[in-house]
């Protein structure tokens, strides 16, 4: 699939205060998110995801002072890439010192409401990494934000898939065996209260079959919950308990690990654009 770019003038953006630094060529791409809560309603409302964006270039010119939104593209749940800054332009989004290294990709997943990343956000930030790669002189690096700089972006799912190689959704994860996952079932698994079905079962199944220890019986209570989270915590995503689109995924696609039966239940300002939106 060709990259789907949703040009400056397409999403309204504000004209920017000045000229871009040129940027000839970089090591790479920094992945970030927004830092504040991302209503899951984007996932089913493009409009929502062009409003976010005209939100985020406010926040960074009005609010941090910037010439412009502090990105070079951004990427939404419909696998559409808003171009920012743009290829060969210097970003603001890495933390001073840092932008002329990579250039700065958000997915817009926040720390509150839309946390995990769909599979379209995950697409559309490859298409747009592989977009500057081809035209921008990006380097082969796939960098999360707060490598290198003292931050939480780009949030605990987001900065898990990108120290696992960023694969493609469906790819497999490199170091696993390939295996595709089944279509995520449409809702989350969640305790309280018990949460049963087939796609329960579906999922116990898989989890056996990966060595956990776990009743396959359709019924997502207080131990399957806690075998989700412990397994959350060895993959590096939020444990929060929920089967969601990237836990269902890991599920199948995540590299093996002979001791998950055993895995004890361990607990775990500066520029920047993860501040609130407002």
């Known amino acids: 699939m060709a990259i789907d770019i949703v040009p400056r003038r397409a999403w309204g953006a504000r004209a920017p205060r000045g000229g871009y630094t040129r940027l000839d060529s970089t090591r790479g791409v920094k992945v970030h998110y927004t830092g504040g809560r991302v209503d899951p309603g984007v996932v089913g409302d493009h409009d929502l995801c062009v409003s976010l964006v005209q939100s985020i270039q406010r926040h960074h010119m009005d609010g941090n ?3 412009d939104i502090g990105y070079s593209f951004v990427a939404c749940p419909h ?5 920012g800054r743009g290829l060969h332009r210097l970003p603001a989004a890495n933390g001073s010192g840092l932008n002329s290294g990579h250039y700065a990709v958000l997915g817009l997943v926040g720390n509150a409401g839309l946390v995990q990343p769909p599979d379209g956000v995950l697409h559309a930030v490859l298409d747009a990494i592989e977009h500057l790669r081809e035209r921008g002189g990006a380097g082969r690096e796939i960098k999360g934000h707060r490598d290198g700089y003292s931050t939480d972006c780009p949030g605990e799912p987001l900065y898990a898939w990108v120290r696992r190689g960023a694969p493609r959704p469906g790819d497999g994860d490199g170091d696993g065996d390939g295996t595709e996952a089944p279509p995520f079932p449409g809702r989350v698994l ?4 018990v949460t049963r079905g087939e796609d329960v079962r579906t999922w116990q199944r898989q989890m056996r079959a990966r060595g956990w220890e776990i009743a396959v019986d359709g019924a997502y209570g207080g131990a399957s919950r806690d075998v989700c989270r412990r397994f959350q915590r060895q993959q590096g995503v939020e444990d929060d308990g929920v089967v ?6 890991l599920a199948w696609e995540a590299p093996g690990t002979p001791e998950a039966a055993g895995t004890p239940e361990a607990a775990d300002a500066p520029e920047g654009p993860e501040a609130p939106l407002t």
């Open 65 to 67: 002072g910037w010439m």
């Open 79 to 83: 696998r559409k890439v808003f171009e």
């Open 190 to 193: 969640r305790y309280p209260p």
């Open 244 to 249: 969601g689109p990237v836990t269902w995924r």
